[in-house]
């Protein structure tokens, strides 16, 4: 606002001085005109109406859980995860990218291939997915998208020197359903083209394993983050 404020003073300063005054009734007309035009070109007595664009682009942080069931779950006990997830849109279709990053102790030993943790290794569970959806529900705040995509399951053995042949399993892939939904709150910038929200986002999925073609088992995966929407808008011409 200062900074502002100088600037509104020195234009002043100059008119003053460009119109002597305002004596100078040709150098006023034109430039009444200018500011006539600059106005129109440009309104912002209060924020122009604007409809909602086709695109958008979202990123969240957070956390979340995946709840590991059949015979996988013989060999550990998932812990809350670390994760996070970007999006794009176009109109109401989603492209979405999550993962989720879990911490375990193993309960009992795997070997397969090049790959093998034991009874006590801590391990790291990583679990991705790319997914394509439609936004079913959609409002100015609020959305639900049900979503269908690839899914991935890695287990890292964190007890393993670096560059070891057994430090790192294959990853397994496999297909994943679910449903996101967003809510936007607190919309802290706009422009002619793009307001910006922070958002809240649920995300619920289901998806079968079946790790290295040897363990079957399924997850339940829960993750809420909290991060951040660009949108596009147009803006609608208005009679000022």
């Not at 040709?26 to 695109?55: H, K, V, Y």
Request: glycine share 8%; net charge positive.
């Amino acid at each position: 606002i200062p900074e502002s404020n100088k600037r509104v003073n020195d234009q002043i300063s100059s008119l003053r001085t460009i119109t002597k005054n305002g004596f100078d009734t040709t150098e006023i007309q034109f430039w009444r005109q200018w500011m006539d035009s600059a106005l129109l070109a440009t309104p912002r007595f209060f924020l122009p109406n604007f409809e909602s664009g086709n695109g958008e682009l979202g990123f969240d942080l957070g956390g979340g859980v995946s709840s590991i069931n059949g015979h996988l779950s013989n060999y550990f006990q998932i812990l809350p995860a670390f994760g996070y997830g970007l999006s794009f849109g176009s109109k109401r279709f989603q492209f979405n990218y999550h993962a989720l990053h879990s911490y375990a102790q193993s309960d009992s030993t795997f070997i397969i291939g090049d790959f093998k943790f034991a009874d006590s290794n801590r391990l790291q569970i990583n679990q991705s997915s790319w997914t394509f959806g439609y936004q079913c529900f959609n409002r100015y705040k609020w959305t639900i998208t049900p979503y269908a995509g690839l899914s991935t399951f890695r287990i890292i053995n964190r007890d393993e020197p670096k560059g070891s042949l057994y430090a790192k399993g294959r990853a397994s892939f496999n297909w994943e359903i679910g449903a996101i939904a967003e809510w936007r709150f607190l919309q802290f910038y706009q422009s002619n083209s793009v307001q910006l929200f922070w958002k809240l986002r649920l995300k619920v999925g289901y998806a079968p394993i079946y790790y290295l073609h040897v363990v079957r088992g399924n997850a339940l995966k829960i993750q809420l983050g909290i991060g951040f929407t660009m949108k596009s808008i147009r803006n609608l011409s208005s009679q000022y």
